[in-house]
């Protein structure tokens, strides 16, 4: 999976996760259609592969938002309540270190959970926080 997303530089491990990306086709040749789909990225961090959030269009959350289907936009809002850490941290869920984390985003018809497939990568780098918490 090629990294698909410009991200903000970072984010502090504190705040919450929002940004849109654009999903594009594998070959490059423009965005993909994401009508009909439901889409899934688990965060994991690369240092100790412990999984820091999940997102799913199927939830009522808004954690993963379809922005523009036929434009291959979408919404990511990954609140830091949400966010688990086992590395080490100065108070639980604050990083002591800078730490980069990927999401897999993955791909599959409405309603079809055993056809899943990996449309692409998400990496993010994230700074020990301010002491500044977030919702």
């Known amino acids: ?10 984010f502090f491990d504190c705040e919450v996760w929002e940004f849109d ?5 594998p070959n490059g040749s423009g965005p993909m259609n994401l009508a009909g ?38 919404r990511i809002s990954l609140l830091s309540a949400g966010h688990t850490w086992s590395l080490p941290t100065v108070r639980p869920g604050e990083l002591m270190l800078a730490s980069t984390v990927v999401g897999d985003l993955f791909r599959q018809p409405t309603g079809e959970p055993d056809q899943q ?8 780098r994230v700074l020990p926080s301010t002491g500044i918490r977030s919702a």
């Open 1 to 10: 999976m090629a990294i698909i997303v410009s991200a903000p530089d970072a």
């Open 21 to 25: 990306l654009t999903v594009n086709e």
């Open 37 to 74: 789909s439901d889409l899934f990225v688990r965060f994991k961090s690369l240092s100790d592969n412990t999984v820091i959030g999940e997102c799913d269009t199927a939830r009522s959350d808004g954690s993963l938002t379809i922005l523009d289907a036929a434009a291959g936009t979408v």
């Open 117 to 124: 497939r990996g449309i692409g990568r998400i990496e993010i």
